[in-house]
Nanobody, 121 residues
């Protein structure tokens, strides 16, 4: 089970930190990712991290602004979002996938419920 939290309303240029608490499985051995779905848009992979935390992936639009990290001891995934823009608005989902595939893949096995991020201009 994955439980995302930390969304909210923030002004452009502000910051938010999303968390995703994992339970019930050994998610410490899974690759983890954050997806988002903006209004009228398809869901997209925003960032992903290998189970070791040693490798990460970011979609171009968030590079330099977002940081994905994980604490396997706490079974928690994070997404630090800085310099937020209105186009970052959307529902953010955390997901877990089995290791051994590229971090750019959108194939994931377990999904959390979303947390809404709204960035006002």
């Amino acid at each position: 089970q994955l439980q995302a939290s930390g969304g909210g309303l923030v002004q452009a240029g502000g910051s938010l930190r999303l968390s995703c608490a994992a339970s019930g499985r050994a998610f410490s051995t899974y690759r983890m990712g954050w997806f988002r779905q903006g209004p009228g848009k398809e869901r997209e992979l925003v960032a992903a991290i290998a189970w070791t935390g040693g490798s990460t992936y970011y979609t171009d639009s968030v590079k330099g602004r977002f940081t994905i990290s994980r604490d396997n001891a706490k079974n928690t995934l994070y997404l630090q979002m800085n310099s937020l823009k209105p186009e970052d608005t959307g529902v953010y989902y955390c997901a877990a996938g089995k290791p051994g595939v590229s971090l750019t893949t959108t194939r994931y096995d377990y999904w959390g419920q979303g947390t809404l991020v709204t960035v006002s201009s």
